[in-house]
């Protein structure tokens, strides 16, 4: 596309399909205690990639 | 829920049901914000054709159109669903704080353990309570194989003996339980030394250091409790640390508060001597603090997070490429929805242990009489208080719910809520717009790589 570059084609609610396994690290303890990102953590369910 | 936003040379647009991140010239940028906005496609080209040429604006329409139909934009909420979910999500447990001492080296300013007695009195933790707690913890986790501990303090390398204690009794219980231990511990570099370093470079998933940054800055808020500044003294040590280490699993991580407000040349500074995992952080303290983040500092720390994403491009433009913990996004392999929504999982899937045994929502609680859960004796006994964490999710507070960043904030901090307003559901604002800055700037630097690439 010419006006539009699209980044990432992934639809988030696929992953509703597969998704709370639960495996993932707890978000606060990922490296400092007083944030809650979760938008760089990474799914450990080699299923779902 | 469209949010659109432009930083530096770059539209960026993002679909947030759908996640998808666009990047779009002008014309698109507008006639996006048209429909968003509620116009039609007829009339947002109409109103446009008096600034774009009406062929090329023919073109945009449709690439929108082909989006929309792909559900890459304009992507409608399905997710009220998961919610329902939550409200009934079990109550495994999979990763507890170990607040092995409740004792300081360092006389923080900011230290909301205060000194690391979490309005309590000095002690550290017996290995009774540390095995009692892992034992809770294996009993309560269900089918979940990974499971995490965390050292945490005070000062955890007070106790550290008793630390290695509890790593080998876990480690031991591993495979007859099939279960996976990762441990963290963080520590204010003071007792480092060649034997706990090789003992955690084994041992720990992840460690983070304590350092604010600058000297002058780092002294004047983690000075030891006589009153000297202790940068001398850790840095060696963490450098040594993080060499014997190989540069991965760990993180510098400081706090930045109202006296530091130019807190990118801490983080820069911490690039320049040689840590390429770097966290830095507002701090969170209440309004009558002078060191506190105002309101009125906002826009000066936007800045300053902008400045410190075009600063880290630089540097690795020229090979001194770092990872700033709050810029770190992975856009196609991120996390699951549920995940997303589900916050930090305070309370419920983590507690907090105190050195007697107590269990609180999380570190942030301890110490806070009417959050205490239970023990690690006769587990949770204050149901009632847990059930408040369970609905704690992004759809479950009304500022979230209608919030562009909630897939990648997860609803904030439960503590921050309550500290701030009294109400685990409620947001700390100042939070909420760093937040939202620190990603649309961490969403900026990927754009920009996966551009060039
Ligand atoms: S930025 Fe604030 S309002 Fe938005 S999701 Fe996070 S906590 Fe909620
Ligand atoms: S409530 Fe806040 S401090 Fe506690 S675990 Fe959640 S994000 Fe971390």
Not at chain 1, 22 to 28: L, N, P, Y
Request: hydrophobic content about 35%; some cysteine.
């Amino acid at each position: 596309m010419k006006h539009i570059k699209t980044l990432n084609a992934t639809v988030l609610k696929e992953t509703l399909k597969h998704g709370g396994c639960g495996e993932c690290q707890t978000s606060c303890q990922s490296a400092c205690k007083t944030s809650c990102t979760v938008g760089n953590q990474s799914c450990e369910n080699e299923k779902m990639r | 829920m469209i949010h659109q936003y432009k930083m530096q040379d770059m539209n960026i647009v993002m679909d947030i049901n759908s996640g998808s991140i666009h990047v779009v010239d002008d014309m698109s940028y507008d006639l996006i914000h048209d429909l968003d906005v509620g116009a039609s496609m007829e009339e947002a080209m109409n109103k446009l054709e008096a600034k774009y040429d009406k062929e090329l604006l023919t073109q945009v329409g449709d690439e929108i159109n082909k989006l929309m139909s792909e559900g890459l934009l304009f992507a409608k909420d399905d997710y009220e669903q998961v919610v329902v979910d939550f409200k009934n999500r079990s109550t495994v447990v999979k990763a507890l704080c170990l607040h092995v001492a409740h004792d300081c080296n360092l006389a923080c300013t900011y230290c909301f353990a205060s000194e690391g007695e979490y309005h309590g009195d000095r002690d550290l933790m017996p290995f009774e309570v540390a095995k009692k707690a892992i034992d809770f913890l294996v009993a309560h986790s269900g089918n979940r194989r990974n499971l995490e501990i965390d050292f945490f303090g005070g000062e955890p390398l007070m106790n550290f003996e008793m630390v290695k204690e509890t790593v080998h009794y876990a480690r031991s219980l591993e495979q007859e339980k099939n279960k996976h231990f990762r441990f963290t511990l963080t520590t204010n570099g003071v007792l480092l030394n060649d034997d706990n370093t090789a003992f955690m470079n084994e041992h720990m998933h992840n460690v983070v250091l304590s350092v604010d940054g600058r000297k002058e800055i780092h002294d004047k808020m983690r000075p030891t409790p006589n009153g000297k500044g202790s940068y001398d003294l850790i840095m060696p040590k963490f450098k040594a640390f993080v060499e014997a280490r190989g540069q991965k699993n760990y993180y510098v991580r400081g706090t930045f508060t109202h006296d530091n407000m130019d807190f990118s040349e801490d983080v820069l500074h911490l690039a320049d001597e040689g840590f390429e995992q770097i966290s830095v952080e507002p701090v969170v303290a209440p309004d009558e603090m002078n060191y506190a983040i105002k309101e009125e500092d906002l826009t000066y720390l936007k800045d300053q997070y902008e400045k410190l994403a075009l600063a880290k491009m630089d540097y690795k433009e020229s090979h001194k490429d770092f990872n700033f913990f709050h810029f770190m996004i992975d856009l196609s392999q991120g996390p699951c929805v549920a995940k997303r929504l589900a916050g930090c999982g305070s309370g419920i899937e983590y507690l907090a242990v105190t050195p007697t045994g107590d269990l609180y929502p999380c570190h942030q609680f301890v110490g806070i009489d009417e959050f205490l859960l239970g023990n690690v004796d006769q587990g949770i006994t204050n149901t009632l208080k847990q059930d408040a964490f369970r609905g704690c999710n992004v759809y479950a507070k009304d500022a979230c719910r209608k919030c562009w960043a909630k897939f990648y904030c997860s609803g904030g901090c439960s503590a921050n809520s309550f500290n701030f307003h009294g109400d685990l559901l409620a947001t700390y604002e100042i939070g909420c717009e760093l937040e939202k800055k620190r990603v649309e700037c961490a969403i900026y630097i990927k754009a920009k790589e996966m551009l060039v690439e």
